[in-house]
């Protein structure tokens, strides 16, 4: 209930997207007397309120990925079809040593279930690169896994000793083959971000305008899939609002491109 009031506030206050927020949010479970609240059930509550049009929820993991939030990809109206789903690593073998309480197979298997669910949806993710025992075939598993999901933004660290974590008292890689195989890795995510961008130039996307940008006279926004636009065309009178804009350019970063009135075309 402290939830739901505080999101009709902030919908009240003209909030058009929530952000579900927990760590790890996706392992929600709320119970009272016999009855159990999980993330789906809230996610149904919120997008009852008409002028809230976006929901997403972050940070997740993978092992609390259940059946009733993977089928809410598919029912729910007005839940973003982008998922922050951390891995970490693409090796069975590594993952277990990271306490990661998930395996490859398992992670993969999410999301050709929310793939199948909802074709259209899009991820990212976490990576740790040079986890103390992580062998070449090790961070090949790693690398086709992410050929194969293809995630359109991620974040990627060398691994750093931490006391108290199950990989502080084993004998950590040679930083020089850390770093290799991490440039490695982000030329490779970098490649397939900017395919990605690439792929909408000419599109007709539904961009959630933020803001004006400082000492310009373009505007900020989103799709829902959290890559960011910066389009022409637009006035203040757009902010907060989700409009029609033409991509017309990308770089790796972003997408670029021009307000749109199109009544008759569907924004994708």
């Known amino acids: 209930?402290?939830?739901?009031?505080?999101?009709?506030?902030?919908?009240?206050?003209?909030?058009?997207?929530?952000?579900?927020?927990?760590q790890n949010v996706n392992a929600y479970c709320f119970k009272k007397?016999?009855?159990?609240?999980?993330?789906?059930?809230?996610?149904?509550?919120?997008?009852?309120?008409?002028?809230?049009?976006?929901?997403?929820?972050t940070t997740s993991h993978p092992k609390d990925m259940t059946s009733d939030l993977i089928?809410?990809?598919?029912?729910?109206?007005?839940?973003?079809?982008?998922?922050?789903?951390?891995v970490q690593s693409g090796s069975s073998k590594i993952l277990k040593a990271m306490n990661r309480k998930h395996t490859r197979e398992e992670y993969l298997d999410i999301i050709k279930n929310l793939k199948k669910l909802r074709p259209e949806i899009k991820f990212s993710s976490d990576f740790i690169v040079g986890y103390p025992g992580e062998t070449e075939k090790d961070f090949n598993e790693t690398i086709s896994l992410i050929k194969e999901v293809k995630f359109i933004n991620?974040?990627?660290?060398v691994y750093n000793p931490r006391p108290g974590t199950p990989g502080f008292a084993n004998d950590t890689i040679d930083k020089d083959i850390q770093h290799k195989r991490l440039q490695i890795l982000q030329n490779i995510l970098s490649k397939i971000q900017v395919d990605e961008n690439n792929s909408q130039i000419g599109k007709l996307k539904k961009v959630l305008i933020e803001n004006k940008m400082k000492n310009q006279k373009n505007y900020f926004g989103r799709l829902d899939n959290l890559t960011p636009v910066i389009s022409e065309n637009v006035n203040a009178n757009d902010i907060g609002k989700i409009i029609n804009v033409r991509i017309n350019d990308s770089n790796r970063n972003n997408l670029f491109g021009s307000k749109e009135n199109m009544k008759k075309e569907v924004a994708a």
Request: net charge positive.
């Open 1 to 22: 209930k402290e939830i739901i009031k505080e999101a009709k506030d902030l919908i009240l206050n003209g909030a058009v997207e929530i952000t579900l927020l927990g």
């Open 33 to 57: 007397n016999k009855n159990i609240s999980r993330l789906s059930d809230l996610i149904y509550e919120l997008e009852t309120f008409k002028e809230l049009k976006r929901i997403r929820y």
């Open 71 to 86: 089928k809410c990809h598919k029912f729910s109206k007005k839940l973003v079809p982008f998922i922050h789903l951390p």
């Open 154 to 157: 991620s974040f990627s660290f």
